[in-house]
């Protein structure tokens, strides 16, 4: 099983219970769900999908880290997360504006929260 597919499983058991708590939220498995299939609707329309290679960039891993991670997965595309202190330590680019306010990076796609 993917890890979409045990958290399909998990919402189905029970919608209500809580699926992940962070710093910030705490979201049951129902707006889990729901997140990752807004997200993966929208990655969808852009052109994302199965066989594609998506990195990542984050600094913390909140919970729109993780819908992404399963959207992605939802998609049938791979994600790589990349910390963003291994963009600086190999002097890789990443503009002031993206470490505000992008969360998902490709060649053809950025999306914003």
Do not use: W
């Amino acid at each position: 099983m993917n890890p979409v597919s045990l958290v399909i499983e998990a919402a189905s058991k029970d919608p209500d219970k809580i699926a992940i708590i962070d710093h910030r939220t705490a979201a049951t498995y129902r707006e889990l769900i729901a997140d990752v299939r807004r997200l993966s609707a929208h990655l969808a329309r852009s052109g994302v999908g199965k066989g594609d290679r998506i990195a990542q960039v984050f600094n913390v891993c909140d919970y729109q880290d993780i819908v992404c991670v399963l959207a992605l997965a939802y998609v049938g595309a791979t994600a790589c997360s990349v910390h963003e202190s291994f963009l600086a330590q190999y002097q890789l680019p990443l503009r002031e504006a993206d470490r505000k306010s992008t969360r998902l990076n490709s060649s053809h796609i950025t999306i914003s929260y």
